[in-house]
Each structure stands twice: as structure tokens, then as C-alpha cells.
């Protein structure tokens, strides 16, 4: 009646940006993305008859803004016609900052509600009901290099390759902790219906998914580097060509780019990709992260880096 799992946030070197279907959350594109290993939410879920209705806690605290979507992401996987539960969702980064919260939390959630209503769901099963609830989500179920593919009527997703396999580290340069003012989700859709740039960066990302694959498959830095930093920039060629602009960057976001491209420029193996906030996220091998981690911190605007390896999938940790 009662289960924790832990999930941990992914990041993407080819992005979702835009759905294709809004009432059931499809992406209107694939992603590829990295599993983190040290950042991660653990979400318990207990079944309480003696509640009238879900209760949500975050970080411990009583939170009523969030509950609609998680119960709603429950519905999902347990039924409407179940009894109420209690959630606590811990996590050890900022929330809702452009980190990927939702993907470790709702990749955590439907883990946990799978167990506490021992529903024994298939993990393809459980990825495509935590993309109803955040499309990202869906890749925090699988460890590693994962793609997510648009499957003819729902999503797939499939591992490249396996932590162990590519051990490369990633350097989170938070710029401003605070909650981002609007989210991806709403973001994405209003790019869909208002950006000049967003058939053609529907159009090219069968292409960027192809050359990101064959990279990692060679574990090829540079090459994925070079990818993931064009993927990216172009999604954010869509937020600002937008209207209104979403314009998600700071000054400390685009000093902490020209890191990146000094370092590229003394041959450190390192590249960034930024997603619906002003982190920069920096890829790099194991031997150049002192190095990665030094030159972030001492970047004007940097609040703090963390630091995260490549980790695995979302899981049970007791029933
Ligand atoms: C920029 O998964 O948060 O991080 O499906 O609406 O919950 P919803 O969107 P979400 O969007 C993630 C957008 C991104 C790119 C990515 O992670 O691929």
C-alpha cells in the first residue's frame, strides 16, 4: 500500500520542443538525452483510505499548486476509480529552474504509484503513461544514452547505451535557482502556434536524432558536441523567434557559453546544451571535469555548479 522510488532527471542533447498531440502529450518530435546520477527525486506514494482526497507534499511542505497534475498523472496509472493517496517528493536540486524536475519527478511518481497499487506495468508501458504527465519524463525511466521516438500512435523509448558505457560528466552552471516564469510546456505551444522557425525545426531534427545517434554509438565527443550545441541553439532560435519571445538566458548564461567555447579552444573535450532556463549544462570526459568545473565556478553569475556522472533508470527503492 505504500512505495518509494527514485528517478533521476535526464538532460537532452537533441531536444523536445513542441507536441503533436496536446490531450495525450505526444511530442512532435524525438529526443536523445543523458541520465544524471547524483541529482534525483525519490517520490513516495501511499495509499490512505481515510483521506477524502490526494495530499501533496514537496520538499515537505504542503504544496496545492502541483497536486492536479500529479494526481492527474496517477489517474493515469492506478485509475480515476481508486482511493486517495499521500505523495511526498523530495528532491536535491531546485525545482521548476529548468533542471528537468518534472522528468525525475513524474518518471519517479508513475514507478511508485505501479508499485503501491501493484499494478505490475511493463517499464515501456510506465515510460509512455509518464510522458502523458511530462514528455521528458519518459526517458528518466531508462538509464544512460536514451532516445525517445515517436512511435505511430504513442512514444518508444530506447537505450543507446548504457551508464558504464560512455562515462562522461555533466556540470550544472546555475545562474538563478528561482522558479522559471513560465513552463516548457505552455512554451512549447506557443511556439508551435506562433514561431516562423518551428516547421523547419520540426522538419531537421530526423537528422540531428540520426547524427547524435551514430556519435554516441562511436562515443565521439566532438561530434555529438557539435550536434547538441546546433540542436539546441536552434530550439531556442524558436523560443525567441516566438510571440511573445521566450527568452529563458541571462548575462552569467551566455559567459558561461564563452567558457565553453574558450575551453573548446584549449582542446578540453567539453560542450553545452541549455534548456527552458538560464542553467547551462556542460558535457565533458571524466579527465577534463576539474578542469569543466573550475573554469564554470569561476564564471562571473555562476551561483553554484553541480556535478553529475551518467546514471541509471528509475526505480523501486522499497514496497
Ligand atoms: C527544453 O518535458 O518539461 O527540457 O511535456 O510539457 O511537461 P511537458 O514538457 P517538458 O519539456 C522539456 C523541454 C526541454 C527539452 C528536453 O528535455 O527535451
Redesign the pocket.
Request: contains cysteine; proline residues 3%.
Given at each position: 500500500m505504500r512505495a518509494t522510488a527514485i528517478a533521476q532527471p535526464?538532460?537532452?542533447v537533441?531536444?523536445?520542443?513542441g507536441?503533436r498531440d496536446v490531450e495525450r502529450?505526444l511530442?512532435a518530435v524525438g529526443?536523445i538525452?543523458l541520465t544524471l546520477s547524483t541529482l534525483y527525486t525519490e517520490m513516495q506514494v501511499e495509499i490512505d483510505t481515510a483521506l477524502a482526497d490526494d495530499v501533496l507534499s514537496v520538499n515537505a511542505v504542503e504544496n496545492r499548486s502541483l497536486l492536479a497534475r500529479v494526481s492527474n498523472c496517477i489517474n493515469i496509472v492506478a485509475g480515476v476509480d481508486r482511493p486517495a493517496v499521500r505523495v511526498s517528493s523530495r528532491s536535491n536540486f531546485p525545482i521548476a529552474a529548468?533542471i528537468?524536475s518534472?522528468?525525475s519527478a513524474?518518471a519517479a511518481l508513475v514507478v511508485a504509484t505501479d508499485a503501491a497499487f501493484g499494478s505490475s506495468i511493463s517499464r515501456d508501458r510506465l515510460a509512455s503513461l509518464a510522458?502523458r504527465?511530462?514528455?521528458?519524463?519518459a526517458?528518466s525511466l531508462l538509464g544512460g544514452f536514451v532516445e525517445l521516438d515517436n512511435d505511430a500512435d504513442d512514444i518508444r523509448i530506447n537505450k543507446l547505451l548504457g551508464a558504464a558505457d560512455w562515462p562522461l560528466e555533466i556540470m550544472v552552471a546555475i545562474t538563478a535557482p528561482g522558479p522559471k516564469p513560465l513552463?516548457?510546456?505552455?512554451a512549447?505551444e506557443i511556439s508551435r502556434r506562433t514561431s516562423c522557425f518551428y516547421d523547419r525545426w520540426i522538419e531537421q531534427q530526423a537528422a540531428d536524432l540520426a547524427e547524435a545517434r551514430a556519435a554516441i554509438r562511436q562515443r565521439d565527443l566532438q561530434r555529438l558536441g557539435a550536434i547538441a550545441e546546433h540542436n539546441c541553439l536552434k530550439?531556442h532560435s524558436v523560443m525567441w523567434s516566438s510571440r511573445p519571445p521566450m527568452i529563458y538566458w541571462n548575462s552569467a548564461t551566455i559567459a558561461c557559453m564563452q567558457t565553453i567555447r574558450e575551453l573548446q579552444a584549449k582542446g578540453v573535450e567539453v560542450f553545452f546544451t541549455i534548456?527552458?532556463g538560464p542553467q547551462l549544462k556542460a558535457i565533458c570526459t571524466a579527465a577534463d571535469a576539474s578542469t569543466v568545473r573550475a573554469a564554470l565556478s569561476a564564471t562571473e553569475g555562476v551561483v553554484e555548479v553541480m556535478q553529475s556522472g551518467i546514471g541509471e533508470g528509475a526505480r523501486l527503492v522499497n514496497a
Amino acid at each position: 500500500m505504500r512505495a518509494t522510488a527514485i528517478a533521476q532527471p535526464n538532460i537532452a542533447v537533441i531536444k523536445y520542443w513542441g507536441k503533436r498531440d496536446v490531450e495525450r502529450n505526444l511530442p512532435a518530435v524525438g529526443s536523445i538525452s543523458l541520465t544524471l546520477s547524483t541529482l534525483y527525486t525519490e517520490m513516495q506514494v501511499e495509499i490512505d483510505t481515510a483521506l477524502a482526497d490526494d495530499v501533496l507534499s514537496v520538499n515537505a511542505v504542503e504544496n496545492r499548486s502541483l497536486l492536479a497534475r500529479v494526481s492527474n498523472c496517477i489517474n493515469i496509472v492506478a485509475g480515476v476509480d481508486r482511493p486517495a493517496v499521500r505523495v511526498s517528493s523530495r528532491s536535491n536540486f531546485p525545482i521548476a529552474a529548468g533542471i528537468a524536475s518534472s522528468a525525475s519527478a513524474f518518471a519517479a511518481l508513475v514507478v511508485a504509484t505501479d508499485a503501491a497499487f501493484g499494478s505490475s506495468i511493463s517499464r515501456d508501458r510506465l515510460a509512455s503513461l509518464a510522458g502523458r504527465a511530462s514528455g521528458s519524463a519518459a526517458r528518466s525511466l531508462l538509464g544512460g544514452f536514451v532516445e525517445l521516438d515517436n512511435d505511430a500512435d504513442d512514444i518508444r523509448i530506447n537505450k543507446l547505451l548504457g551508464a558504464a558505457d560512455w562515462p562522461l560528466e555533466i556540470m550544472v552552471a546555475i545562474t538563478a535557482p528561482g522558479p522559471k516564469p513560465l513552463s516548457s510546456g505552455d512554451a512549447m505551444e506557443i511556439s508551435r502556434r506562433t514561431s516562423c522557425f518551428y516547421d523547419r525545426w520540426i522538419e531537421q531534427q530526423a537528422a540531428d536524432l540520426a547524427e547524435a545517434r551514430a556519435a554516441i554509438r562511436q562515443r565521439d565527443l566532438q561530434r555529438l558536441g557539435a550536434i547538441a550545441e546546433h540542436n539546441c541553439l536552434k530550439m531556442h532560435s524558436v523560443m525567441w523567434s516566438s510571440r511573445p519571445p521566450m527568452i529563458y538566458w541571462n548575462s552569467a548564461t551566455i559567459a558561461c557559453m564563452q567558457t565553453i567555447r574558450e575551453l573548446q579552444a584549449k582542446g578540453v573535450e567539453v560542450f553545452f546544451t541549455i534548456d527552458a532556463g538560464p542553467q547551462l549544462k556542460a558535457i565533458c570526459t571524466a579527465a577534463d571535469a576539474s578542469t569543466v568545473r573550475a573554469a564554470l565556478s569561476a564564471t562571473e553569475g555562476v551561483v553554484e555548479v553541480m556535478q553529475s556522472g551518467i546514471g541509471e533508470g528509475a526505480r523501486l527503492v522499497n514496497a
